[in-house]
């Protein structure tokens, strides 16, 4: 018997509060990598009306001013007017910051180290930043291999932002939230249920003065500058039984800092699976990759993503574990929910030994701590807002599928073995 089912994921654009503060931890994050990629960063930033707070704790020797980093992404964000309630030019910047715990640090305070040449006894002695656990994902259910509600929700709030920074609908604010709900039939997306966009915009638009007329005016707007551009190239459209729900309460005026406060990592499942996947608790942003929560889940993503596009699995799901001060892994486990063409724990050997796993190799191998400098300074924040995994409009190395040719041949000897 067909199982049909719906599946839902939000995704936030830029000028989210919580984002705000995701995009100027990362911010403050590259900044000082791009000076010196030695620093120990665990960047947290609070906004609320007329406030931005940074705070945490960070050891560098790198001279940045963070006021103006703040105000500086605050503008790019699109927050320049006072009438927001939050503008980059009249907002307080306060600043709070200690350095890293010296107990947290002795675990790692050899990263610095990392060179291409590096060997695997140094690898084994710098240890993960902290204790927990990660997950990463990936499925056949789009070409980047994410889950189509994610990888919807993120394509219609990049849309929502482009078409209000090019002035295509001028009357959008910063702030707005989109949610899709996809049909499910025996696990294959077959069609779209819901899309909602909630987005701020002014009080009046043109000669629209009435909530009603605004309200309409946008609802039509929204479908034709967003909605049919993003499903151009999608298999699975929306239907004339697709509810389109825009700005549900009849308006959304009153917004961004003003309307709520933000502070960074509350958005973990915007920024990774949409919920579709396990996610073991730790957010990204702020945090420099020796912080296993931020670097390993790029690895656990990488390796799923490589063995979904070797064709090993329609599904896969890599947890890791992580002891502070310990280099490898406490536990790694690989599940493929029935859909791998050999058993899991086959897969999990090859991931043990094709898949760089020590915090020390990770960054080594994904140039983690040299990618802000040589990317003119960003890297880190531009992942920070629409998803940091599933990326097209970004050269991101934990996306590379460089690793299906190796896995496909490993399990071929590997099966060949067996033969004899």
Request: hydrophobic share 40%.
């Amino acid at each position: 018997m067909s199982r049909r089912y719906l599946f839902t994921s939000e995704s936030v654009t830029e000028g989210h509060p919580d984002k705000i503060c995701d995009q100027i931890s990362d911010t403050i994050l590259d900044a000082l990598l791009t000076q010196d990629p030695s620093s120990r960063v665990a960047a947290e930033v609070v906004v609320n009306t007329g406030l931005v707070l940074i705070t945490g704790e960070i050891s560098t020797k790198a001279s940045v001013n963070y006021v103006n980093l703040a105000r500086k992404k605050i503008a790019e964000i699109g927050y320049t007017d006072a009438v927001n309630g939050f503008s980059a030019n009249s907002t307080s910047v306060l600043i709070a910051l200690d350095e890293q715990s010296p107990d947290i640090a002795q675990g790692v305070n050899t990263a610095q180290e990392i060179r291409a040449e590096d060997s695997e006894e140094l690898f084994d002695k710098i240890g993960a930043g902290d204790q927990g656990i990660m997950f990463g994902f990936a499925c056949n259910e789009t070409p980047e291999l994410m889950p189509l509600p994610i990888s919807l929700a993120h394509r219609i709030a990049r849309r929502l932002a482009a078409v209000r920074k090019t002035g295509d609908l001028p009357y959008l604010r910063p702030d707005g939230k989109t949610q899709v709900t996809v049909v499910y039939e025996d696990g294959k997306p077959v069609g779209i249920d819901t899309i909602l966009i909630s987005t701020q915009h002014t009080p009046t638009i043109g000669n629209l003065t009435l909530d009603a007329d605004v309200q309409s005016k946008i609802k039509e707007d929204l479908w034709s500058a967003i909605v049919v551009p993003v499903f151009v190239d999608i298999d699975v459209k929306p239907s004339q039984d697709t509810r389109f729900l825009v700005n549900p309460t009849g308006k959304f005026v009153i917004g961004g800092p003003q309307g709520d406060s933000g502070l960074t990592g509350r958005k973990i499942i915007v920024d990774t699976y949409g919920g579709y996947s396990r996610h073991g608790g730790g957010a990204f942003s702020g945090k420099d990759p020796t912080k296993v929560d931020r670097s390993a889940a790029y690895a656990a993503r990488y390796a799923a993503k490589n063995i979904v596009a070797a064709g090993l699995a329609q599904k896969c799901e890599v947890q890791l574990s992580y002891a502070i001060g310990v280099a490898r892994p406490v536990s790694i486990l690989v599940d493929t929910f029935g859909t791998g063409i050999v058993d899991d724990e086959t897969l999990l050997e090859l991931v043990k030994q094709h898949f760089e796993l020590r915090p020390a190799g990770i960054i080594q191998a994904f140039n983690l701590l040299n990618l802000p400098s040589q990317r003119g300074g960003r890297f880190y924040q531009d992942v920070a807002a629409y998803g940091h995994l599933g990326r097209t409009d970004l050269d991101l190395p934990w996306e590379r599928t460089d690793k299906v040719t190796l896995l496909q041949e490993a399990l071929s000897q590997s099966k060949s073995k067996l033969a004899v």
